[in-house]
Structure formats: C-alpha cells, structure tokens
C-alpha cells in the first residue's frame, strides 16, 4: 500500500500543491494589503508560511486527497479537498493564538488563504480532469503526464460516432458523462430528444435538449446523427413500440439502455446498450420484490441449483447470489454451460461458487454431493422441456424429469435439507404430451413428500409459462428464419402462449420460495395475458426492419403431436388463493397414496428399459388422469411393439 502510494505522481502533486499553497500565503497579504505589505507584517508573513503549507500538506494527505485517480475528480474530492483546508485553517488559527496571540497576523489573511487554496488545489484536480478527458485516452497510461508512444504504422482513429440520445433525464446524463470520460468509446453526443416540454432547449453537460421525439427523423437529419440510444430504463412497451416505430422512420440505427431489472445493481452504463429486443415489447412491467423477504430467505445459506447452466438455472444463480446467499453449488451436466456460469459468476461474485459436473440420476454422486456440501436450500431447474422430442423419446422424460426429480427428493430428505423448489411449469396443467405429463409427476412426487409428512423438509414447486429467450424458444427460431429471408413457421393461427423474461421467472421464484410455508404448496406466477403466437412473429419481423407477408411470409404448419392451442396454469379442481405479493398466488396441492405413486414410479422405470413409447404413456395416463396423450403416436425404432 506505501509503495502504491509513494509514487512519482504522488510527489508531483505534493510539489505542485506545496507550490499553490505557498504562492497562496503570500498572495493573501497581498490582496489584503492591496500588493504593499506593511514591513511589519513581513516577517510573519515569512516565519509562518512553512508552517502553514506543511498543515495543509499533511491535512490534504489525512482527508486521503493524494489517494485520488485525478482523471476521474469527482465531487466527492472536491469535498475532501475543502474539509482538508477548513482544518487546516483551524490549525493555522490556533497557532497564530498561542504564537503571535493574533498580532501582526490578520484574520482576514487566514480567510482569503483558505477561499484561495480551495480554489487553487481544487482547480489543479479539474485542470488535469480536462486534460485527459481532451487529450489523453483511456486506457492505461502509465504515469501522470506521460501518454504511450503510438506503434509504428498507427492508424489515426476513425471520426467519433455522432450519437442522439432519447431521454433527457437521469440515464441520459450519465450516459453523456460516461461518454466524456471515457474518449474510447469514440461517440460525440450531438443531442437529446425528450417529450417533457420543461426541457426543450435546456443544456446538459453543454448538450442541448432539441426536440421531442416524434421529431427525430428530422434532428437526425440536421445533427447527421449515426445512431440514436434510447435512454429510458422505465419505458413501457407502449412507449417503447412507439420510440422504435419513429427510429425506424428516421432510418438511423437504434440501440436501448436495459430496464432497470436486467441493469447489475441499478448501475447505467453504455456497455450495457444492447439492441431492441421482443422482450422490450411485451408490456410486461418489472417485477417488484419484497428483497427484505428474499435475502431472509437466502443470506448466508448454503444454495444447490440443479441445470445451473441452463437458461432458467443460470438466471437463479446470479439473483441468488445478489441476495446474499453464503455458497452455491453449480450442478450440471453440461461441461461447457457448467464452465461459462463458473466463469461468469466467479468473476463477479465474493461467495464461494463450487461447480459441479454431474446428472440427477447419478443417485451415488447425489449422495456424494449432498454429503459433501450440505446444502440447506435446493432449486431443481434442471430437466429435459422440447415437447416434440419428448414425444419421440418418453424413456428420456422418465428418466431425467420424474426419477431425477425423484432421486433429488430423497437426497433432500437424507440429508436434511431445509427447503426444496422444483420449477415447473403450466404444460403439466391437463398435459396433453409427456414433457408435461412428465413435470405434472414431478410436482405429485415433490409435493407429496410434506402431505404424507415425510422428513422434515418444506417442499414447494412454481408453475410458469414460456420464458422468452431461453435455448430452443420460439423467439430464437423465429429470428433465426428471419435472418434467412424467412419463411416464418407458425404452428397455428390461434395458438397462444404465456411468456415471461428470463430474468422475471428467476426473481418469482425466489419470492415465492421465500414465501413458502409448511410446504406441500403450488406458487403461480401471473404470466399476464396470453400472446398470440403469430403476433409474436409479425411483432419480431417488424423488429427486424421488414413487413410481414410483404418482406418475410408467415406460413402456418399445423399443431404438431402434444401440442395444444392454449396453455393453462391450473386445473378445474385447484383452487387459486392470492398471497402478499400482487403476481403470485398459490394452491395447495391434492394428496395421494404415497406407497401407490412409488409403485408405479417402479413401473415407469421397467418400462423405460423397455424403451416400451406406448406403454409409457398409458402408464402416464394411469397415474396423472388428466394427461391426453397425442392422438398421433409416431413409432421409433427403439419402441418395443405392442
């Protein structure tokens, strides 16, 4: 830490504010006596100028002044910087007390001494701020003053990036000081558009407010604008439809701050810009959370996540981690997703992370993991979701959605664990394929475990709808037949979905985990209004920049095996009770004979050997009534026939 600070810029800037300070002293008396000092106060004015400067010296250096990066001054400084020089002056006063008891030394000097040195220290920070923000890039130089020789064949860089900014409120202020300090990202702010009227040809940070936002195409044209950052966090989806409609007319590319719930600590950056999203555009709003609920729940807990490399998983793990959980264990399968969620969160997270390479129906590594770690809270977010292929592959759901589900849950019950959540989802409400089916036994086996009073841990699962962006969603296949000219395929012209972001569902989960009783309980997540599947895809060609059945066609294929034209969230014998948190609710789930569900459990797995399609799906039938397998089985050649 000495050697950190003791450096050649540390003993530049002594010099230069000893220099400040000294000429400071002297040119008091001078104003003072309007440049004639009368002789006897000359020797004063001589005697004490060490010692002033050295009280200032070692006040500046106490207030920690010379630990600045003065590249980057800041208020917060400048504050420092005059709580530095009010102390000294109180030294200086004492000291001219008990010295001269306050003769030849006029009060008025120790005043105008310190409004001169605030202003002189405080206005050598701001100079060697505007220095670098004009002349010096950001990155690294390697001491004060001293800027990296340019490489042979250096290339002069390319004209900044003339950029506009909508939104001339809090983010948009930062974003144009970001943009300032840092001349690497090679942008030149040429103007803000807002529609608060108040703020018209007003001036941020010298950057006029020019217009409303209707009138972009024309400011964009006038400014000879390169782009345009839309910079309104808190924008909804009608606001945010109507900015990318004139965006487009204006013909400019635009890009989007995130919402404040996908910002890292609320934090407003230009990195984060990303371009416009579906997720931007769904008139979903962010999701509050009762954080106090939350992190009582996970504050210094020992976490496990199964599928932690997944799309939900990873989610969980970050939000987990922000709330303060003591350690997490990154359980997947997946050695490159497990390697990227470890890097990811290792790089940013103060907790211990502990990644481990394994699948839920390894019952002798589960045993292993849980002995080894002792997680006090699991969330089971792993499990196979593709309807289709599930249709063609059942054993795989078997193996992986209920016996994974099912080894997980007397691992929890060996090992003492506190709390279980199985993510769900509302495909097991009247299943009509065997991925829900599937993930309707899921929650039987987990809910049942506290009706029947088996161990002491407190099991609940969360049912929710699609999730938008996760790995295989209609939203990537639909961009991805965009890209190529289309066309863009539509199962049916009244199909409809839920969906939520990613983001959302993690945060939900968590709340609603926190919110869990005595177990035993179904949490719902308000998925909102269902969208229609073709709306969706017009909405993302139209993102695109193209028109639907002009640019790219829309060509419907028919509900394939397991499908169904709508989801629902609950069954007609489930009752929906309301909780203290405005977007879940919860139901209590329906008892069963615990030893009977085990038995056939027994079953499924022989005919899972069996790799026996049918009979897996009439055993499904037996156990979940409400499950209607697909009218169109379609054989493979590893069914066994019947």
């Not at 930062?174 to 990202?185: A, H, V």
């Not at 609320?266 to 416009?276: D, F, M, P, Q, T």
């Not at 807990?301 to 922000?322: D, N, P, Y």
């Not at 006090?376 to 759901?397: F, G, Q, S």
Request: with cysteine; hydrophobic share 45%; aromatic share 8%.
């Amino acid at each position: 830490m000495r050697k950190a600070l003791f450096n050649r810029n540390f003993f530049i800037m002594l010099a230069l504010d000893a220099l400040l300070l000294a000429a400071s002293w002297l040119l008091s008396y001078g104003l003072r006596f309007e440049l004639q000092v009368p002789e006897k106060f000359l020797d004063e004015m001589v005697f004490l100028l060490p010692a002033v400067v050295l009280v200032q010296l070692a006040c500046l250096y106490a207030f920690d002044v010379y630990r600045g990066m003065w590249r980057f001054t800041s208020v917060g400084d400048l504050l420092n910087i005059l709580k530095a020089l009010a102390l000294s002056t109180l030294i200086v006063v004492l000291l001219a007390v008990l010295i001269y008891r306050f003769r030849n030394v006029p009060r008025s000097v120790v005043f105008i001494n310190f409004c001169i040195g605030v202003l002189a220290v405080s206005g050598s920070r701001l100079a060697i701020r505007l220095f670098f923000q004009k002349y010096v890039p950001s990155n690294p130089v390697p001491s004060l003053g001293v800027s990296p020789k340019p490489s042979e064949g250096h290339r002069p860089a390319a004209p900044p990036r003339r950029l506009l900014i909508i939104g001339a409120g809090s983010c948009g202020e930062k974003i144009l000081r970001e943009i300032r300090d840092n001349r690497q990202l090679n942008y030149e702010v040429v103007g803000f558009l807002d529609d608060n009227p108040g703020k018209i040809g007003k001036k941020i940070h010298g950057v006029m407010v020019r217009s409303i936002i209707a009138d972009l195409p024309f400011v964009a044209r006038k400014t000879e604008a390169d782009e345009v950052l839309i910079a309104i966090p808190s924008a909804n989806a009608s606001e945010m439809r109507r900015i990318v409609d004139v965006c487009k007319h204006a013909g400019v590319r635009y890009r989007t701050v995130p919402a404040y719930g996908e910002l890292i600590n609320g934090h407003v950056s230009i990195k984060a810009a990303r371009e416009v999203a579906y997720r931007d555009l769904i008139g979903r709003k962010t999701v509050q959370l009762d954080e106090r609920m939350i992190a009582a729940h996970l504050a210094g807990k020992k976490v496990l996540v199964t599928g932690a490399g997944g799309s939900i998983g990873s989610e969980l793990c970050r939000q987990i981690l922000r709330f303060g959980a003591g350690s997490l264990v990154l359980f997947e399968r997946s050695e490159s997703s497990l390697f990227e969620i470890e890097t990811e969160l290792k790089s940013e997270a103060a907790q211990t992370v502990i990644p481990v390479l394994g699948d839920i129906c390894d019952t002798r590594h589960l045993d292993e993991v849980f002995r080894g770690y002792a997680p006090e809270v699991v969330y089971h977010a792993a499990a196979y979701k593709h309807v289709p292929m599930l249709e063609r592959h059942p054993w795989k759901a078997i193996e992986n959605n209920i016996l994974g589900t099912w080894n997980l849950v007397r691992a929890c019950n060996a090992h003492g664990v506190e709390r279980f959540v199985l993510v769900s989802t509302d495909k097991a409400v009247r299943p009509a394929n065997v991925m829900g089916a599937s993930k309707r036994l899921a929650e039987m086996i987990t809910l049942n475990q506290n009706l029947c009073r088996v161990g002491e841990t407190r099991y609940l699962a969360v049912r929710f709808g699609n999730v938008i962006g996760s790995a295989g969603s209609v939203v990537p296949v639909f961009q991805k037949q965009i890209e190529k000219g289309g066309p863009v395929t539509v199962t049916h012209p009244e199909a409809t979905r839920f969906f939520m972001t990613i983001r959302e569902a993690a945060q939900l989960i968590l709340q609603a985990a926190a919110m869990g009783g005595e177990g035993g309980e179904i949490f719902i997540l308000d998925m909102g209004t269902p969208v229609k599947i073709v709306d969706m895809a017009r909405d993302l060609i139209r993102l695109s920049g193209f028109e639907p059945d002009v640019d790219i066609k829309i060509e419907f294929s028919g509900l394939r095996p397991g499908e169904k034209l709508s989801e629902e969230l609950l069954t007609a014998d489930e009752h929906l009770m309301p909780t203290a948190h405005p977007k879940i609710f919860k139901l209590n789930a329906t008892a069963c004979d615990l030893a009977l569900l085990n038995g056939r459990l027994a079953e499924l797995t022989a005919l899972m050997d069996k790799k026996d399609a049918n009979a897996i799906r009439l055993k499904l039938k037996e156990i979940v009534p409400d499950y209607q397998p697909a009218r169109e089985m379609e054989k493979t050649p590893w069914a066994t026939p019947t």
